[in-house]
């Protein structure tokens, strides 16, 4: 009798520890944006974070202003507006020292012209230097992910009005798209989705969660070709979350938890790392509060956590950061 309560004490003992954070992380407030915003993208260039657009906390009036980040001085700088509407989940990836940006929302619901297919080249520090490319193949554009590849982008799984799975591939060299005949694994793996993230980690492209009917934890893999399912995100499923990856791990950040009519869109303040070496994922800190619709980057081995909505859905402006 004694033996059957002692496993089941530390049973519960383990499952009220079970999703409590695993490292020592010690999380370090930066200098707050002088202009506040959610649904925003950043990419960094030479060791410098650049925000762009999103929706502003007063009026969510939204933007098409470009800021930099020097982490060096912990400062933010204006850049001035872009050559483009504005938007708000735009997509941005970097590649050779060049910024490829555009896609987004702008407008209303529904109207597939609201849903943006402009794609650019931005080399910063080079006035003058934005380029407009070939468009995007089609309307789903809205929170698109982005990977890098060898001279070439994989952009998909964005959002318009309806879930898919679509995947293009674009040629740098050749200002070109081709979409991708992506195939799937069984039971439609990965799931059709809205709102996931996902990033390059080492050559290695991976994404998941988002949304689709309630929120989701799934992750996986992508080759170019085929989605290779890998080991869930742990803790609460989640939407809007954000991500970003050094050299050897991928960083996922908050977001948003719907799980049906008696969850209430809980906002998540958990950071979560993955490792792909080994596929196994560590729960690193808590944020000092939640987010939602923020952004993630990462400069040399420092995590940079922030800006987007708090739980009380407030517009914020604070970044935070936390050494790897």
């Known amino acids: 009798m004694r033996n059957k309560f002692f496993i089941g004490l530390c049973l519960l003992l383990a499952a009220c520890n079970a999703d409590k954070p695993e490292m020592d992380v010690r999380l370090h407030a930066c200098a707050a944006m002088p202009s506040a915003r959610a649904s925003a993208t950043c990419f960094v260039v030479n060791g410098q974070a650049y925000v762009f657009g999103g929706r502003s906390g007063t009026d969510s009036t939204r933007l098409n202003d470009l800021w930099k980040y020097d982490a060096s001085t912990d400062s933010w700088d204006s850049i001035g507006e872009a050559p483009m509407l504005p938007r708000v989940n735009a997509t941005a990836c970097v590649h050779q020292g060049k910024v490829y940006l555009g896609l987004g929302f702008n407008g209303k619901y529904k109207q597939d012209s609201t849903y943006l297919r402009d794609w650019w080249e931005y080399t910063p520090g080079t006035p003058g230097s934005w380029k407009r490319l070939a468009d995007y193949p089609n309307s789903y554009t809205d929170d698109a992910t982005a990977f890098v590849g060898d001279g070439e982008l994989y952009v998909g799984y964005g959002f318009c009005w309806n879930y898919r799975r679509d995947m293009f591939r674009y040629n740098i060299e050749k200002d070109q798209w081709d979409s991708i005949d992506v195939e799937v ?4 793996y990965p799931l059709r989705s809205f709102g996931g993230t996902g990033c390059t980690c080492n050559g290695r492209h991976f994404m998941g969660t988002g949304f689709y009917r309630f929120s989701l934890d799934w992750w996986a893999e ?10 869930p995100v742990p803790g609460k499923t989640r939407t809007l979350a954000a991500s970003a990856a050094t050299e050897q791990y991928i960083y996922v950040t908050g977001g948003t938890h719907y799980g049906g009519v008696n969850t209430t869109g809980e906002v998540l303040a958990d950071i979560r790392r993955y490792a792909p070496q080994t596929d196994h994922w560590t729960y690193v800190a808590v944020l000092p509060e ?6 993630c980057f990462t400069i040399g081995k420092r995590v940079y956590i922030g800006l987007g909505e708090t739980s009380d859905w407030q517009i914020n402006d604070k970044l935070y950061w936390f050494e790897e």
């Open 185 to 188: 694994g069984m039971h439609e």
């Open 222 to 231: 992508f080759d170019g070709k085929h989605w290779h399912e890998r080991t």
């Open 290 to 295: 939640g987010l939602i619709n923020h952004v």
